[in-house]
DNA sequence: CCCTAGCGCTCCCGCGACGAGAGTGCCAAA
DNA sequence: TTTGGCACTCTCGTCGCGGGAGCGCTAGGG
């Protein structure tokens, strides 16, 4: 087997035949045949000539075929290829523009709701799956912390972002505490510490303690003592899935191995996140196919990932995953589009924001 | 064919060689021959002997075989009744017992928290399905009720239901309200109506808007407004689901049409909740297999389920889903033991309830 | 009367052969 | 440079055939 070449430039003629296969195989999910493209006539050839570019593009390392004498299949290089230029329609069309507009809650009061439905719209417009990855509660910047007492020592701590995040638990102080003393310490760290991130607040909050270990009052010793329960960093980075439904109907999942690992993935939540956290920085949208990753290699599965986030901050990610022959042309304007949807609706119940 | 006989009374010996045959095919999943049951060598009988007994006990309609000659395999009416009386081991074995108490968070703080590890802890350890049915938010007692101020008319509302739960959720008012008044309105709540349903709560407020409309004083109004805002029944019951992946090792799944069936049925949350409502009331575990329900009938799955509460007030239910051919003998205490822990955990935070 | 050994029968399953169909590669001609 | 034609190859579904597993039945023994 001949080492693939070092594709020359490609005739234009290359590229309208390749994206053609492209196109009919994202359709139809079986090897394309040179009949089939010439049939579908879009450039006047016969199908022996469109064989033999067939055949140049298979040296070039774009297409394959499973076997001798079977129909083609474009290669991780073919998808990068139409991607990168073979691609028309970079926007998302407008009805589909309209429909998320209105599905994503113009008023999102939490910032869950927000998350949940920009995951469920993923997976139901592109039929694939949706995954969004939730901000790391420490990146997100506080605008209240209040503590509510619960029974015994037992307190409500709720924490809200000015993202429109918020976040409760329960935690357990040394002594029962009564109702003003915690109003007071809420107001103190709301007062002290709002417009800064939570993890900051917790090495601040571990410098003072450090320092004035001796001479401190009671008030900042109970307020650094709720406030390190109440915004323990445990809770890392959320990740929401979406459409392992929808994604069983395709072709590639009709064997159950495939099943399987395809859930193994979503399993290990951790290394979805390492693994979407790559595509924080950088505005624009990354498109892993194949073996860019070990996650999506056996798979012949992809990932079309963008990030969002409050003007210059990154907050999470979101992405498509589904088999490598998928609708690039439409997935990518959607994750796109519902990036930029996202931190729009983040920045606005952020601009919203007067300080109470 | 036959119309199944109406079994008479089963003697000592068939009942062993049923539940043997029983018992075989749980393990192994597929067809059950004589031959290996009196290998077995459990009673000292020949092959011929239990094909004989085998023969009667398909007359009764307790087997049948895929095709001639072939092995046997349990109806339903087999599992029924060695689920009634052929079936040992009513007891958790205590290492489980051990396991499930580390696991289940002794001060579990939010009750959110107590219904996934339940559901985590019921698929893990039978390798099945773990269903849990949370509280119906308006079923809950209420214990506090809480606003603080977001942005402009936004308010986040609190509640903390007796049991442990909390929920917030962010309303918008039809004007401004300084903190003060909200911290009014919530004291204002919680004296009046801690102690009663949420449901409840809601009926009385709409009674008393109607009575005194005239003359309601703006502590009452704001009241009712932020309340039944707050208090909206919509959030019905949710419903917790782990170990789907697990599942998917049981070779029933093999075919993917299953493992689709499967997905719509857990997709289908309203009906699940309204299935697993009737195992509620009525202490003790109910058994769906098959037929009995239109969920199960076509998988040929199970549902072994059972309600939880706090005294007398059930609140939820919790259920292990998975093929017909279950380990009763383990999933059935399984079950019993989470539900009767999980009441418990339930009414331990209630009975720690000092009224703050 | 119940149990057991033996025998014939039925059905599944895996294997190899075979033919149809689809698609390619190559060559010669326009 | 393109195209039509032809031979070649590979897959896939079907068929037939044995092997094997399991059952039903019956006759003989405790």
């Known amino acids: ?66 076997h001798t004498s079977a129909g083609r299949v474009p290669t991780r290089a073919a ?4 991607i990168e230029s073979l691609m028309q329609s970079r926007r998302l069309p407008a009805r589909e523009r309209r429909y998320i507009d209105e599905a994503l809650p113009s008023t999102p009061g939490d910032a869950g709701q927000l998350m949940e439905s920009a995951t469920h ?25 209040e503590f509510l007492p619960l029974s015994g020592r037992k307190v409500l701590c709720v924490v809200v972002s000015a993202d429109g995040f918020v976040d409760n638990k329960v935690i357990e102080t040394e002594e029962a505490l009564p109702r003003e003393e915690l109003v007071r310490i809420g107001n103190y760290l709301t007062e002290n510490f709002a417009g800064t991130t939570l993890r900051e607040i917790r090495a601040r909050l571990l410098k003072l303690m450090a320092e004035e270990r001796a001479q401190m009052d009671r008030l900042l010793a109970r307020s650094i003592e709720l406030a390190r329960a109440g915004l323990s960093p445990e809770q890392g980075q959320g990740v929401l899935v979406d459409g392992t439904r929808a994604v069983l109907d395709q ?106």
Chains 1, 2 share one sequence.
Not at 79 to 82: D, N
Request: net charge neutral; aromatic share 6%.
């Open 251 to 356: 072709p590639e999942l009709a064997d159950i191995g495939r099943v399987r690992r395809m859930f193994e993935t979503f399993a290990d939540k951790a290394r979805l996140v390492s693994l979407l956290s790559q595509c924080l920085r950088g505005n624009g949208v990354r498109v892993l196919i194949g073996d860019d990753s070990a996650l999506t290699s056996e798979l012949d599965f992809s990932l079309v990932a963008t990030g969002y986030g409050v003007g210059e901050r990154p907050l999470g990610a979101l992405a498509i995953f589904g088999p490598s022959r998928m609708e690039y042309e439409r997935v990518i304007p959607l994750v796109t589009y519902l990036g930029e949807r996202l931190s729009r609706a983040l920045a606005e119940s952020f601009a919203g924001d007067a300080r109470s």
């Open 1 to 66: 087997m001949a080492a693939p070449q070092s594709p020359p430039q490609l005739s234009p003629r290359d590229r309208e035949i390749l994206r053609d296969v492209i196109l009919a195989y994202i359709l139809s999910a079986e090897p394309v045949s040179s009949r089939s493209v010439a049939k579908q006539g879009r450039l006047g050839l016969s199908a022996a000539s469109i064989r033999n570019v067939m055949a140049d593009l298979e040296e070039w390392g774009y297409l394959a075929q499973p």
């Open 121 to 145: 719209l993923l997976s139901e417009l592109s039929h694939q799956v949706g995954i969004v990855v939730t901000p790391a509660l420490g990146e997100t910047v506080l605008k209240a912390i």
């Open 79 to 82: 998808y990068h290829l139409f």
